[in-house]
C-alpha cells in the first residue's frame, strides 16, 4: 500500500523545483510558492525560515505575511506541521522580517556592483530625466520635500507621454540600510537602471511588501503590482 503524501510538509528542495504551488499551513489555501515563505528544522532543532528554499530536510509552508507567520506561531502549527517537538522564537515574524530586509539590502548591493544603481539627488535626477530608470529609490525615512520633487519628475514623464506613471517607487529600506547596501553614507535617493540584477531586487522588495501587509488575495495582487 502506498504511503499517502503529506499536504503540510514537502520532501525536499530537491523535489520542489517544478512545483509553483503550496498550500499554507495555517489557511489551508494553495497559493503560488511566490506568496508563500518555506520554513525548516534546523540541526538545533529551532524553526528558521529558508527564503531561498534551498536547505535541506522537508519543509513547511506559510503566507508570505507577518500576521500568518505569527499566527503559525500562536497557534503551534510548526509542531503540528513537523510532527514533532520543535523550538519557536517568539520573535519568529520579526526575525524573518529582519532577513527579509537582509535580502532586498544585499540585492541592491549586487545590482550596485553590477553599475545598476545611482544614488544622489542630482544623479537620481538626471537619470529620471533620460528615461533610464527601472525604479525610484526612496530612504523610508528620508524627507519629505526631495520625495516630492523626484516623485514629480516621474508623473511628469507619464503625462508627456499620456499615461500613468510606470516606474515603481520602492520605500521599504531606512538611510542607514542604503547606506550599507551601497557603501555610502546618507544615502536617501537612488535609481535603480535596468539589468538582470535590478529584476532580482525588485522581486525582494515586492516579497517583502507583501510580508508587510495584511494576508489577503488583494494584498497578493497589490505586491504584485506595488510601489514598494
Not at 507567520?69 to 514533532?84: D, I, L, M, P, T
Not at 557603501?183 to 510580508?211: D, E, W
Request: charged share 30%; proline share 5%.
Amino acid at each position: 500500500m502506498l504511503a499517502q503524501a503529506d499536504p503540510d510538509l514537502d520532501d525536499g528542495p530537491r523535489t520542489q523545483k517544478s512545483a509553483t504551488t503550496r498550500m499554507c499551513a495555517v489557511s489551508r489555501e494553495v497559493r503560488p510558492i511566490d506568496e508563500l515563505i518555506r520554513f525548516v528544522v534546523a540541526p538545533t532543532g529551532e524553526v528558521i525560515p529558508d527564503l531561498k528554499r534551498k536547505l535541506p530536510g522537508r519543509g513547511l509552508w506559510v503566507s508570505a505575511s507577518r500576521r500568518s507567520v505569527a499566527e503559525a506561531v500562536r497557534r503551534h502549527q510548526f509542531s503540528k506541521g513537523f510532527k514533532r517537538d520543535v523550538r519557536v522564537a517568539p520573535t519568529l515574524p520579526t526575525d524573518t522580517d529582519t532577513l527579509l530586509v537582509r535580502s532586498v539590502t544585499e540585492a541592491l548591493a549586487m545590482a550596485a556592483k553590477a553599475g545598476q544603481v545611482v544614488s544622489g539627488f542630482g544623479k537620481v535626477e538626471d537619470a529620471l530625466n533620460r528615461n533610464e530608470t527601472a525604479a525610484l529609490i526612496h530612504a523610508s525615512d528620508g524627507a519629505a520635500d526631495g520625495i516630492r520633487k523626484l516623485d514629480a519628475i516621474v508623473r511628469q514623464r507619464g503625462e508627456k507621454r499620456g499615461e500613468s506613471p510606470v516606474i515603481p517607487v520602492v520605500n521599504v529600506l531606512t538611510s542607514e540600510e542604503l547606506d550599507l547596501a551601497l557603501g555610502r553614507s546618507n544615502v536617501i535617493h537612488a535609481a535603480l537602471l535596468a539589468g538582470p540584477a535590478s529584476k532580482t531586487f525588485l522581486s525582494r522588495c515586492q516579497m517583502l511588501v507583501r510580508y508587510r501587509m495584511a494576508d489577503d488575495d488583494k494584498t497578493a495582487e497589490a505586491a504584485r503590482n506595488s510601489r514598494a
